[in-house]
């Protein structure tokens, strides 16, 4: 970006003198925190059922139009209770992913709270989102934003699903289901059809989430052009994470395509 | 002893003629004071355990930890002043927190042993601050398996320039006693507190060589860990104790990597056996039989 006065259609010089440049003293600069990012992940799609949430995210982080990692992994596990899906800049994914280990760390001094049967306060999603929240918004009003758009989901402190969203503005909400990216356009129209309100997730089984959000990952794939055929799928429920990082996209149809000729008048 | 009231022993930091800081010779008898606490490495994983005293029957059973985890891997157990125990182990957690952000990965036990021994260390150069009256005992499991770098996006290289070299290991259970005077020094098995000479006896009676079949397991040392504490507690019987116990073992093992309390189950096992075996065979050395 061009910070210069002169680039924003000012007067003329002629007309009104020079540009008087005091007030930025010499050569200093405003300070310009992210103004873009860089290497890049996609979609993320989540859906609440009766018992848990499932969420998925592709494995590709974009170098602009480049696909150049594939091995990205963007759903993070937090605990037996919280996976953190990110969407945006993996950079910033990065970092915090490591605020998120650090709190893990902290809050788990006295026991891991990974079994069952551990009765000491372990955070649900329902805190894990209120944290990031706060930490994305406070960055945005620092104008120095983490260029993320997240969902958390997972279970509340009383094992109810939780699912939420929160963005590089501080902005938050939730629904019975979430998408960030080309998903908000392609996979939540999916996904409503089948959970239109809250209390549809009520009768919603496991294998049928699953199934909704595996169909929003191909649809994604064939529309959406920095997605990529292999992503990583979580389901959260009472029994625990169920992480599986290298899924393969399965049952594309693309047979329709040696009938296609041309644009309109080629036969052959 | 000799210099005793003849003012050497008034500040901390002021060498007496014979070389000698008697301020932190005053903090080691402090320390020498407390409930005992004693650490075994064994052949998989390492155990703490503590001789809780308890003053009160108001006291509620099973509160009050005074085992504290430091990062996820690592047990720090202290004997002595609580409060200057409760210090050490905040400050252990601070240390493990700047390994992290600074090495994205967490603290090899060697390290955090020595900056902890740094840190008592610096407690004993100026006279504005007392040393801390505590022997510290740090346990810890590092991971000899291949962990990522925290935050780690994607996998890398699986082999070639990059990559990793196959079956390499490195880590496993390490334990370290740190005294009032910042010396620190790693052990087999170790004891500190009121009753520590009649633990470290029992300690070493067990086979801890870790190259040696018959070394003991983690199991084993769970069992003999709450044996030695209570004979430890013989010195001391007129007054009620709890046995505190925690452990670490290797990722393959129970805890999974992580410094954990013992489960209520196989610690009430190793309490009834520990019992029986003093209540047993008193005159003999109290090994006990499965």
């Known amino acids: ?268 | 002893m000799t210099s005793i009231g003849t003012g050497y022993d008034l500040q901390n930091s002021v060498f007496s003629p014979d070389g000698r800081n008697f301020q932190v010779e005053y903090a080691a008898k402090a320390a020498e004071n407390g409930g005992t606490a004693i650490g075994i490495r064994c052949k998989n994983g390492v155990v703490l355990a503590l001789e809780k005293l308890v003053t009160s029957k108001l006291a509620k059973k099973g509160a009050n930890k005074q085992i504290s985890t430091v990062d996820r891997n690592i047990g720090a157990v202290s004997s002595g002043l609580l409060p200057d125990g409760r210090h050490l182990a905040s400050r252990a957690r601070d240390e493990a927190a700047s390994w992290r952000s600074t090495y994205k990965a967490p603290i090899p036990v060697a390290s955090l042993a020595d900056r902890m021994g740094t840190y008592v260390q610096a407690h004993t150069r100026f006279n504005s601050v007392r040393p801390f009256g505590v022997t510290l005992l740090v346990g810890g499991w590092d991971a000899e398996t291949d962990i990522d770098v925290d935050g780690a996006v994607g996998a890398g290289p699986s082999v070639g320039a990059g990559g990793r070299a196959k079956g390499a290991k490195h880590g496993g259970p390490y334990l370290y006693m740190i005294e009032p005077s910042g010396n620190c020094t790693g052990w087999l098995a170790t004891a500190t507190g009121k009753g520590r000479q009649a633990a470290k006896a029992e300690l070493e009676k067990l086979q801890l060589d870790a190259n040696e079949d018959d070394c003991i397991t983690l199991e084993e040392g769970v069992k003999e860990a709450a044996r030695i504490i209570h004979v430890a507690h013989e010195d001391n019987k007129d007054k009620e104790f709890e046995l505190e116990m925690t452990w670490v073992s290797a990722v393959s093992g129970p805890t999974k990597g992580r410094h954990e309390p013992v489960p209520k189950t196989i610690l009430d096992e190793a309490e009834r056996l520990a019992k029986k075996a003093l209540d047993g065979d008193d005159d003999e050395d109290g090994k006990m039989d499965e």
């Open chain 1, 1 to 268: 970006m061009n910070h210069f006065p002169e680039a924003w259609g000012r007067p003329r010089n002629d007309v009104y003198g020079a540009y008087n440049w005091a007030h930025l003293h010499g050569q200093q600069q405003p300070q310009t925190h992210t103004q873009t990012p860089i290497v890049t992940g996609t979609s993320v799609v989540a859906i609440k059922y009766k018992d848990g949430t499932v969420i998925a995210a592709d494995n590709l982080a974009s170098y602009g139009a480049l696909a150049r990692f594939t091995n990205v992994h963007r759903l993070k596990r937090f605990n037996r209770k919280t996976v953190v899906g990110f969407g945006g800049d993996v950079s910033d994914m990065q970092h915090i992913d490591r605020l998120l280990q650090e709190l893990n760390v902290e809050e788990n001094y006295y026991g891991n709270g990974e079994s069952q049967d551990d009765d000491r306060a372990l955070m649900s999603a329902k805190n894990v989102h209120k944290y990031l929240s706060k930490v994305m918004y406070k960055r945005r009003s620092d104008f120095n934003p983490l260029w993320n758009a997240i969902l958390v989901a997972g279970l509340d402190e009383q094992d109810k699903p939780f699912l939420a969203y929160v963005d590089l503005l501080g902005t938050t909400f939730s629904g019975p289901s979430l998408a960030t990216g080309f998903g908000a356009h392609l996979a939540q129209p999916i996904l409503r059809h089948l959970v239109p309100d809250e209390q549809s997730t009520m009768s919603l089984s496991k294998e049928q989430a699953v199934e909704a959000v595996k169909e929003c990952m191909k649809v994604l794939f064939y529309r959406d052009a920095r997605s990529m055929n292999e992503y990583s799928i979580a389901v959260i429920d009472k029994q625990g994470v169920e992480l599986k990082n290298k899924v393969p996209l399965e049952n594309q149809s693309w047979d329709f395509a040696d009938r296609i000729r041309g644009y309109g008048t080629q036969t052959v």
